[in-house]
């Protein structure tokens, strides 16, 4: 058979839709584990502009048996147009949903209309569950036996009990070379993703991973992950995102990896990676063998400043420790990605501003400030439910930490996005301009800095057309409003 493998365009408005262009590791994964048939993977995000033109094009060259898609609970809508489109143009062709969004609300999804387009959902991991289901779809084996698997039958869907979750040691390396386009990118560098491990034991009540994976860990072999990496960098990567949700669960297994890609010689490229700032604070060594293997930016959960919001994530109170992990990461030289959550219960505005000051104290190099969003079925959800502060319940395509689907008790969901806006807008010209930035990207910090910003200051001022601050909000809204519509 055709299977035809693709991951979803929605792109989250904070990320740059030109720069950052990743492949997806679950379609690629799941390839990898095919057996018997002609695969391809289309990662949408390549194809932005032109997305129903797209679909069509691929229907005819590739003609798809089956046509997997991949969503997170942003980009459910789309795979919802996307499929209904495929079922448009040839009925015969079954469709399948996994990921995020389908493990977690299958229930939802097969007993309404929202289930129309789709025949399969495969709830939990995809690797081995395709295979078999791609099986019982040759008649080889009964749809019953395939675990994890919701089909239809007669009106409605039957749940298979759920898959237990795989020995990794089963899975085999992601297939790269099924991908049909090119162009993947991050700021210049062609990027990949590889995993090192799934799963998270961290009792942190705002993310959707235990879902997936209960509150497990599970690492794969150090010879596994070389030869992961060593596949990404012969389809051209030189930066590699490691998919992995908190790389500093296992200190020790962390290091050796990091020993293992120096003597590999795989530290000729460069790495990102997600971690906890208590993680990076437990061990200098580790971080200088990071530094030493091409780690180059983290990463790092720091959240929030305030111990209240933090314990009411369930994150603990971890400011020293993430003051203690920022020195460690910038001895080093490694760059870092605060994660920042605002919009917690009870924010004003002086809560929110105080979170930018702390970065800037710290020098964080990036920051990922991002609006508390009540993720279906995470425990954050039931408790800002239970306090009434969930404005927007039912439209996921907005759930993608840039738009305010909450209140605060002293915050409309207007005031949070507008406050989001103002704040990131007036550290605009800080970003690219610490220490650590400017010893990884010379260059780049004295183009921006002595070229492109005087000459904006300039061209703003000749011709800059002065609106006030709120015309220059809308504007920006509304463009982000317009990323994601494609059909
Ligand atoms: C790497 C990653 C990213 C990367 C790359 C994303 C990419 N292009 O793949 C980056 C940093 C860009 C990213 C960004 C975001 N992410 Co992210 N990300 C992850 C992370 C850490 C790993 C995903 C991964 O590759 N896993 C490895 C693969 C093999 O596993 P998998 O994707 O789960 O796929 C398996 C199964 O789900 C299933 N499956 C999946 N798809 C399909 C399809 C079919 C047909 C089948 C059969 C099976 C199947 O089988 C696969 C193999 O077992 C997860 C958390 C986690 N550890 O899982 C969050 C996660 C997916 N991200 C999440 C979110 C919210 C985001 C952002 C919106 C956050 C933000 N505002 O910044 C953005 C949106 C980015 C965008 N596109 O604009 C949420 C999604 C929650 C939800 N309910 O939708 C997660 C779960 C994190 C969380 N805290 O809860 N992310």
Known sequence: ???????????????????????????????????????????????????????????????????????????????????????SLNNDIKTVLGGYHATLMYNEICTSDESAPFDFLIRGEGDLCFNELLEAINTRRTIESVLGVSFRDGGSFVHNPARPLEDLSKIKIPDRSRRIWNGYQYYGFTLDIVESSRGCVMPCNFCSMDKMYGKTFRRFSVERILADISNAKQQGANFIVFSDDNFTLDIKGFESICDAIVDAGHNDIRYIIQASSSGIASSQTLVEKMARAGFRIVFLGIENVSEENLRLMKKGNIIEKTKLAVKRLHEQNIMIVGGMIIGNPNDKEEDIARNYEFFVDLQIDFFADQILTPYPKTGMRDELLNAGLITNIGDYSRYNCFWANIKTNYLGPEDLQFLRWKYNKKYANYICTTPAFIKNYPLAYYYRHYFRRPFLRLKNKFFGNNVGEVELYKRDMASAEAMNKFF
């Open 1 to 87: 058979m055709n299977i035809l493998l693709m991951s979803m365009p929605d792109c989250a408005p904070h990320f740059n839709a030109r720069r950052w262009k990743s492949p997806n590791l679950a379609i690629s994964s799941i390839a990898g584990n095919i057996e018997g048939h002609n695969v391809f993977l289309a990662d949408l995000i390549l194809r932005r502009d032109r997305i129903p033109e797209t679909v069509r094009e691929l229907m005819v060259r590739y003609r798809p048996d089956v046509v997997g898609l991949t969503a997170m609970s942003f980009q459910f809508a789309t795979a919802r147009r996307i499929a209904s489109l495929i079922k």
